[in-house]
């Protein structure tokens, strides 16, 4: 696998009205944006109606448009970085339905975490996120982004404190760079079946 540039969808959680999520992703998606091994492809929940009735073997005509706009982008991605909230100690149901709808896409690739909330800032989100990715032959890495109290850690769109943030992102985007390359190093060798 050349030193190419590597495809990173970073996916924001939330759909809810009122939601922080797009302003923590757009942080974390310009920090991103500023290395020079990746290639960012925001992916906003809010804009992909996925049907809560599914996932279903054969989707509907209108579920199948709707899988088209997605499917290719997470399917070409070389890695993850899933922005989430902490919704009463989980996460939210719309990123189950849109990691359930999508199975293969997933698979041997890792996924990064960027979460914020309440006392916690997310991380029992993270937890049970784990899980879930395992199941689908992903995999998840330890270290993550947490903004504690949500919103409350932000200031104009930026984190309060920019130095430890921004130290936590470059941990996480160094390891997602350096998982990507390793699986896709063993994809391309010998391809994944699960």
Same mark, same amino acid.
């Given at each position: 696998?050349?030193?190419?540039?590597?495809?990173?969808?970073?996916?924001?959680?939330?759909?809810?009205?009122?939601?922080?999520?797009?302003?923590?992703?757009?942080? =974390? +998606? /310009?920090?991103?944006?500023?290395?020079?091994? $990746?290639?960012?492809?925001?992916?906003? @929940?809010?804009? #992909?109606? %996925?049907?809560?009735?599914?996932?279903?073997?054969?989707?509907?005509?209108?579920?199948?448009?709707?899988?088209?706009?997605?499917?290719?982008?997470?399917?070409?991605?070389?890695?993850?970085?899933?922005?989430?909230?902490?919704?009463?100690?989980?996460?939210?149901?719309?990123?189950?339905?849109?990691?359930?709808?999508?199975?293969?896409?997933?698979?041997?690739?890792?996924?990064?975490?960027?979460?914020?909330?309440? =006392? +916690? /800032?997310?991380?029992?989100?993270?937890?049970? $996120?784990?899980?879930?990715?395992?199941? @689908?032959?992903? #995999?998840? %890495?330890?270290?993550?982004?947490?903004?504690?109290?949500?919103?409350?850690?932000?200031?104009?769109?930026?984190?309060?404190?920019?130095?430890?943030?921004?130290?936590?992102?470059?941990?996480?985007?160094?390891?997602?760079?350096?998982?990507?390359?390793?699986?896709?190093?063993?994809?391309?060798?010998?391809?994944?079946?699960?």
């Amino acid at each position: 696998m050349s030193e190419s540039l590597l495809r990173l969808a970073v996916i924001t959680g939330s759909v809810r009205d009122g939601r922080f999520g797009p302003t923590v992703t757009e942080w =974390f +998606s /310009g920090v991103a944006a500023q290395r020079t091994d $990746l290639s960012v492809d925001v992916i906003d @929940l809010a804009d #992909v109606p %996925l049907t809560m009735a599914g996932p279903t073997r054969e989707p509907s005509p209108e579920m199948g448009a709707v899988l088209e706009t997605t499917r290719p982008r997470l399917a070409s991605a070389d890695a993850f970085v899933v922005v989430t909230p902490e919704y009463n100690h989980s996460f939210p149901a719309s990123l189950k339905n849109a990691i359930d709808w999508h199975l293969t896409e997933w698979q041997a690739k890792p996924v990064g975490f960027v979460c914020y909330g309440g =006392f +916690s /800032g997310g991380l029992r989100a993270v937890e049970q $996120l784990r899980q879930v990715f395992a199941e @689908l032959h992903a #995999v998840t %890495l330890r270290d993550t982004v947490s903004f504690h109290g949500g919103a409350a850690a932000f200031d104009d769109g930026r984190p309060k404190d920019a130095e430890g943030a921004e130290a936590a992102a470059k941990t996480l985007l160094d390891q997602l760079v350096w998982w990507a390359r390793a699986l896709g190093e063993a994809r391309a060798k010998r391809p994944y079946g699960a």
